[in-house]
C-alpha cells in the first residue's frame, strides 16, 4: 500500500495476476461513511471504479456478486472485508452471481477476501486507507481446509433431537455442470453440491456390495466416515464425518443403531435427581466369509460435549461370517452434568469399533452417539391464605423440593386460561404479564408442548390499550432475522407492530426463550404499546398461536387478559428471583388492590419455573376467587 503499510489478502477466484499488479483503490462507502456491502449494483459507477481496486465489505448478498458487479462495470480487481475474524471462505472460480435474480458470468479479475472485521482497524481499514495498492504473489494456508462450511446448519433434528446431519461432504464452491450453461460449468455451495458428492459414494458402495440393505448402505455409509478430516469435528454439525468410499464399499461389516442409521440417538431427557441412565444397541452385521472381531472404545466429543460417560457392554466383539451381534452402549450422567435451560446442551461422542489386526481390511466402524439433555427443577407454589380479592395480603411460598438443580421463580399476573387442542408447541396453555423494571413489561406464554427451538412458531399478543375493544398494539414474538431480513437466523425476538401506523418498533428485543422449552418470554417497553400511568395505566390482551411449518393448526385462546402497569391489581414484592436451591423454598408477599381488582380481574398466580418440566410444569397456575 502507498501509505507503507502491507495487508495479506485470499486470492478469492484463484485469478492470476503479475507480481506487482497496481491499481487505485477505490473504497464503497455508505451515506454514513462506513464501507458499503457492494450489494448494490447501480453503486458500481464505471466513470469512479474503471480500472481501480473497489473495496467492499462482506454481508448479505452472495460474496461473490460484488466480482460480478465491479468486473461488469470496469473494476480492475475487487476486494471484500470479512465480517468475522479471520479470512472469508476461498470460492474458486467465480461463473455467475448465485442470487435470486442473479446472472451467469465469469470473472476473470482479482477477487480479494480481507481478514475483519472492519473495526477495530485491521487489514480492511489499512486498505481503505490507501489511495494506490499493488499486489504479489504469496502462498498461504487454505483457510477453510476441512472445515465446516460457515452457513452449514446444527443439528439435531427438531422435534425429537436425534442426530442429524448423518455425514459430511464437500459443499463449498464445488464446480458442477451448470444446467442452461450450453458445455459450461457452474459453482455453486450447499447441499445442493454435497449431497451428489454422498449419491456419489452410495452408488460406489452399492457396487461393491449389491446384496445389501439400504439400511446396510447407509450404515456403510456412517459408519466409515472419518471425524478426523472434519477441523473442529462436532457430532451435530458434522454426524460420523467426511464420506471415505474407500472404507464404504471395503467394510465387510455394518453398525446398526437407530432405524435406518448407523448412529444411536438418545434423543431429548429430562434430567432429575436420579440422573441419566440408558442403554441402546448396536446390530454389527458381517457380510463376509470370516469371522470378524472388533475392540470397542468411546470418545467423548469434546470441547461441545457435556461431561458424561458413554461404556460399551464388551471390550470386543466377535461376529461370526455371514452373522450378527449386538453390543450395547450405556449413557450416563446427573442433573449436574446435564446443565440448565441456560444454554442448549449436548451429549456426543463416538463408539468406535476397530477390526483385529488384518481384519475387514483394517476398516474401522464408527458410531456416533447423541442426546439433548437438561436438568430439571421441581418449583412448586402455595399461595397462604388462599388468593382472593377479600385478602389483602398472601403468602406465596416457592419450594424446589425433589429439583435436581437450583431455579429462579417468576411471578405474573395470570390472564389467560387455554385447552388443550392437541396442536404442536404453538398450543397456548396460559398466559400471564408482570412489569418489568421502570419502563417494560414482559408477557410470558406457556404451552402445553415442547419446542426444540422456539423459532418454529409465532405468538402475537393483541393488545387494546384504551379498552375499546380493538387492537391498537401487537407483541409478536417471531425469528429475529425472519422479521428483520426475511431469513431465520435462529434469534428469537419480540417486537411491537403499530396498527394504526402499520410500522414495527421502534423496540425489538432478543427473549432469552431457551431451547427445548416451552414458555415464551417476550419483553416490551410500555412506551412502545401507549401505555403511561396518566392516561393509559391498563389493557385488555388476547393471544394466538401460530406453527410457522403447518397450517390448520393456529391457536386463538377466547379468553381476554387485564392489567394494570402502574397500580396492579395483585403487587408482588420480595419475589424470589433469585435461585431458589435444590431443596430450598423462598416467600414473595402479594398485595391486592381490590378497587384495582374489579377494573382489571385476575384469573391469579402464574409462576414461571423454566427449568421444570417442559408443558404445563413450567408455568404453575393458582387460581383466585373473585
Ligand atoms: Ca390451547
Ligand atoms: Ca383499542
Ligand atoms: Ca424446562
Given at each position: 500500500l502507498d501509505t507503507g503499510k502491507s495487508v495479506v489478502a485470499l486470492n478469492e477466484n484463484g485469478a492470476t495476476f503479475a507480481d506487482g499488479s497496481g491499481w487505485p483503490v477505490y473504497v464503497l462507502r455508505n451515506t454514513d461513511g462506513s464501507i458499503s456491502l457492494g450489494c448494490d449494483e447501480t453503486a458500481y459507477d464505471p466513470a469512479l471504479i474503471t480500472g481501480k481496486l473497489v473495496l467492499t465489505a462482506r454481508g448479505t448478498c452472495a460474496r461473490v456478486a460484488r466480482a460480478v458487479f465491479g468486473q461488469k462495470h470496469g473494476a480492475a480487481a475487487v476486494a471484500m472485508i470479512n465480517n468475522a475474524a479471520g479470512y472469508p471462505p476461498f470460492d474458486g472460480k467465480i461463473t455467475g452471481n448465485p442470487d435470486p435474480g442473479g446472472e451467469m458470468f465469469d470473472v476473470t479479475i482479482p477477487f480479494f477476501g480481507l481478514r475483519g472485521p472492519t473495526t477495530p482497524a485491521t487489514d480492511g481499514n489499512?486498505?481503505?486507507?490507501?489511495?494506490?495498492?499493488?499486489?504479489t504473489n504469496i502462498?498461504?494456508?487454505?483457510?477453510?481446509?476441512?472445515?465446516?462450511?460457515?452457513?452449514?446448519?446444527?443439528?439435531?433434528?427438531?422435534?425429537d433431537s436425534s442426530?442429524?446431519?448423518?455425514?459430511?461432504?464437500?459443499?463449498?464452491?464445488?464446480?458442477?455442470?451448470?444446467?442452461?450453461?450450453?458445455?459450461?460449468?457452474?459453482?455453486?455451495?450447499?447441499?445442493?453440491?454435497?449431497?451428489?458428492?454422498?449419491?456419489?459414494?452410495?452408488?460406489?458402495?452399492?457396487?461393491?456390495?449389491?446384496?445389501?440393505?439400504?439400511?446396510?448402505?447407509?450404515?456403510?455409509?456412517?459408519n466409515t466416515a472419518d471425524p478426523g478430516k472434519v477441523a473442529g469435528?462436532?457430532?451435530?454439525?458434522?454426524?460420523?464425518?467426511?464420506?471415505?468410499?474407500?472404507?464404504?464399499?471395503?467394510?465387510s461389516a455394518t453398525a446398526l443403531g437407530d432405524p435406518y442409521a448407523g448412529s444411536l440417538s438418545f434423543g431429548f431427557a429430562e434430567i432429575g435427581t436420579a440422573g441419566f441412565n440408558q442403554t441402546k444397541n448396536v446390530t454389527i452385521s458381517n457380510h463376509g466369509a470370516t469371522p470378524l472381531t472388533f475392540t470397542t472404545s468411546t470418545t467423548q466429543n469434546a470441547p461441545f460435549t457435556r461431561a458424561h460417560t458413554a461404556t460399551p457392554s464388551a471390550a470386543s466383539v466377535t461376529v461370526s461370517a455371514g452373522g450378527s451381534a449386538t453390543l450395547g452402549l450405556t449413557l450416563s450422567l446427573t442433573a449436574s452434568q446435564a446443565g440448565d435451560s441456560a444454554a442448549f446442551r449436548e451429549v456426543a461422542g463416538l463408539l468406535t469399533l476397530t477390526p483385529a489386526a488384518g481384519t475387514n481390511g483394517g476398516v474401522?466402524?464408527?458410531?456416533?452417539?447423541?442426546?439433548?439433555?437438561?436438568?430439571?427443577?421441581?418449583?412448586?407454589?402455595?399461595?397462604?391464605?388462599?388468593?382472593?380479592?377479600?385478602?389483602a395480603s398472601n403468602t406465596a411460598t416457592v419450594s424446589n423440593a425433589g429439583g435436581a438443580i437450583a431455579s429462579s421463580a417468576d411471578l405474573f399476573t395470570w390472564g389467560i386460561a387455554d385447552a388443550d387442542e392437541g396442536f404442536g408447541s404453538n398450543d397456548v396453555r396460559a398466559v400471564g404479564v408482570r412489569r418489568s423494571g421502570a419502563t417494560a413489561l414482559r408477557f410470558a406464554i406457556n404451552t402445553y408442548r415442547r419446542w426444540s427451538a422456539p423459532n418454529v412458531n409465532e405468538f402475537d399478543i393483541y393488545i387494546d390499550v384504551d379498552q375499546n375493544g380493538t387492537v391498537d398494539f401487537i407483541v409478536f414474538t417471531d425469528d429475529f432475522g425472519l422479521v428483520t431480513a426475511n431469513a431465520f437466523d435462529g434469534r428469537y425476538a419480540s417486537f411491537v407492530f403499530n396498527v394504526a401506523t402499520g410500522q414495527l418498533g421502534p423496540t425489538a428485543f432478543l427473549t432469552g426463550t431457551p431451547t427445548d422449552?416451552?414458555?415464551?418470554?417476550?419483553?416490551?417497553?410500555?412506551?412502545?404499546?401507549?401505555?403511561?400511568?396518566?392516561?393509559?395505566?391498563?389493557?385488555?390482551?388476547?393471544?394466538?398461536?401460530?406453527?410457522?411449518?403447518?397450517?390448520?393448526?393456529?391457536?386463538?385462546?377466547?379468553?381476554?387478559?387485564?392489567?394494570?402497569?402502574?397500580?396492579?391489581?395483585?403487587?408482588?414484592?420480595g419475589t424470589p428471583t433469585a435461585s431458589i436451591a435444590a431443596g430450598g423454598s423462598a416467600t414473595a408477599t402479594i398485595t391486592v388492590n381490590s378497587t384495582e381488582w374489579d377494573l382489571t380481574p385476575p384469573k391469579g398466580l402464574m409462576v414461571v419455573g423454566i427449568d421444570n418440566a417442559a408443558g404445563p410444569g413450567e408455568a404453575q397456575t393458582i387460581s383466585a376467587a373473585p
Amino acid at each position: 500500500l502507498d501509505t507503507g503499510k502491507s495487508v495479506v489478502a485470499l486470492n478469492e477466484n484463484g485469478a492470476t495476476f503479475a507480481d506487482g499488479s497496481g491499481w487505485p483503490v477505490y473504497v464503497l462507502r455508505n451515506t454514513d461513511g462506513s464501507i458499503s456491502l457492494g450489494c448494490d449494483e447501480t453503486a458500481y459507477d464505471p466513470a469512479l471504479i474503471t480500472g481501480k481496486l473497489v473495496l467492499t465489505a462482506r454481508g448479505t448478498c452472495a460474496r461473490v456478486a460484488r466480482a460480478v458487479f465491479g468486473q461488469k462495470h470496469g473494476a480492475a480487481a475487487v476486494a471484500m472485508i470479512n465480517n468475522a475474524a479471520g479470512y472469508p471462505p476461498f470460492d474458486g472460480k467465480i461463473t455467475g452471481n448465485p442470487d435470486p435474480g442473479g446472472e451467469m458470468f465469469d470473472v476473470t479479475i482479482p477477487f480479494f477476501g480481507l481478514r475483519g472485521p472492519t473495526t477495530p482497524a485491521t487489514d480492511g481499514n489499512d486498505l481503505a486507507a490507501a489511495a494506490n495498492a499493488a499486489a504479489t504473489n504469496i502462498t498461504i494456508n487454505n483457510p477453510g481446509f476441512q472445515t465446516l462450511a460457515s452457513f452449514t446448519s446444527n443439528g439435531p433434528r427438531g422435534g425429537d433431537s436425534s442426530l442429524k446431519p448423518d455425514v459430511t461432504a464437500p459443499g463449498v464452491s464445488v464446480l458442477s455442470t451448470g444446467v442452461g450453461t450450453g458445455n459450461k460449468g457452474a459453482v455453486m455451495s450447499g447441499t445442493s453440491m454435497a449431497a451428489p458428492h454422498v449419491t456419489g459414494v452410495a452408488a460406489l458402495t452399492r457396487q461393491a456390495h449389491s446384496t445389501w440393505s439400504v439400511a446396510e448402505i447407509k450404515a456403510a455409509i456412517m459408519n466409515t466416515a472419518d471425524p478426523g478430516k472434519v477441523a473442529g469435528y462436532q457430532t451435530s454439525r458434522a454426524g460420523t464425518g467426511l464420506v471415505q468410499p474407500l472404507g464404504s464399499t471395503t467394510t465387510s461389516a455394518t453398525a446398526l443403531g437407530d432405524p435406518y442409521a448407523g448412529s444411536l440417538s438418545f434423543g431429548f431427557a429430562e434430567i432429575g435427581t436420579a440422573g441419566f441412565n440408558q442403554t441402546k444397541n448396536v446390530t454389527i452385521s458381517n457380510h463376509g466369509a470370516t469371522p470378524l472381531t472388533f475392540t470397542t472404545s468411546t470418545t467423548q466429543n469434546a470441547p461441545f460435549t457435556r461431561a458424561h460417560t458413554a461404556t460399551p457392554s464388551a471390550a470386543s466383539v466377535t461376529v461370526s461370517a455371514g452373522g450378527s451381534a449386538t453390543l450395547g452402549l450405556t449413557l450416563s450422567l446427573t442433573a449436574s452434568q446435564a446443565g440448565d435451560s441456560a444454554a442448549f446442551r449436548e451429549v456426543a461422542g463416538l463408539l468406535t469399533l476397530t477390526p483385529a489386526a488384518g481384519t475387514n481390511g483394517g476398516v474401522v466402524l464408527r458410531v456416533p452417539y447423541y442426546l439433548v439433555p437438561r436438568a430439571l427443577s421441581n418449583l412448586d407454589t402455595t399461595a397462604s391464605p388462599p388468593l382472593a380479592k377479600a385478602t389483602a395480603s398472601n403468602t406465596a411460598t416457592v419450594s424446589n423440593a425433589g429439583g435436581a438443580i437450583a431455579s429462579s421463580a417468576d411471578l405474573f399476573t395470570w390472564g389467560i386460561a387455554d385447552a388443550d387442542e392437541g396442536f404442536g408447541s404453538n398450543d397456548v396453555r396460559a398466559v400471564g404479564v408482570r412489569r418489568s423494571g421502570a419502563t417494560a413489561l414482559r408477557f410470558a406464554i406457556n404451552t402445553y408442548r415442547r419446542w426444540s427451538a422456539p423459532n418454529v412458531n409465532e405468538f402475537d399478543i393483541y393488545i387494546d390499550v384504551d379498552q375499546n375493544g380493538t387492537v391498537d398494539f401487537i407483541v409478536f414474538t417471531d425469528d429475529f432475522g425472519l422479521v428483520t431480513a426475511n431469513a431465520f437466523d435462529g434469534r428469537y425476538a419480540s417486537f411491537v407492530f403499530n396498527v394504526a401506523t402499520g410500522q414495527l418498533g421502534p423496540t425489538a428485543f432478543l427473549t432469552g426463550t431457551p431451547t427445548d422449552s416451552s414458555t415464551i418470554n417476550a419483553p416490551v417497553l410500555l412506551a412502545d404499546i401507549g401505555l403511561s400511568a396518566a392516561t393509559h395505566p391498563r389493557f385488555d390482551y388476547t393471544v394466538a398461536g401460530f406453527d410457522l411449518f403447518s397450517t390448520g393448526d393456529d391457536n386463538a385462546p377466547s379468553e381476554v387478559g387485564h392489567f394494570n402497569a402502574f397500580t396492579p391489581a395483585m403487587s408482588v414484592t420480595g419475589t424470589p428471583t433469585a435461585s431458589i436451591a435444590a431443596g430450598g423454598s423462598a416467600t414473595a408477599t402479594i398485595t391486592v388492590n381490590s378497587t384495582e381488582w374489579d377494573l382489571t380481574p385476575p384469573k391469579g398466580l402464574m409462576v414461571v419455573g423454566i427449568d421444570n418440566a417442559a408443558g404445563p410444569g413450567e408455568a404453575q397456575t393458582i387460581s383466585a376467587a373473585p
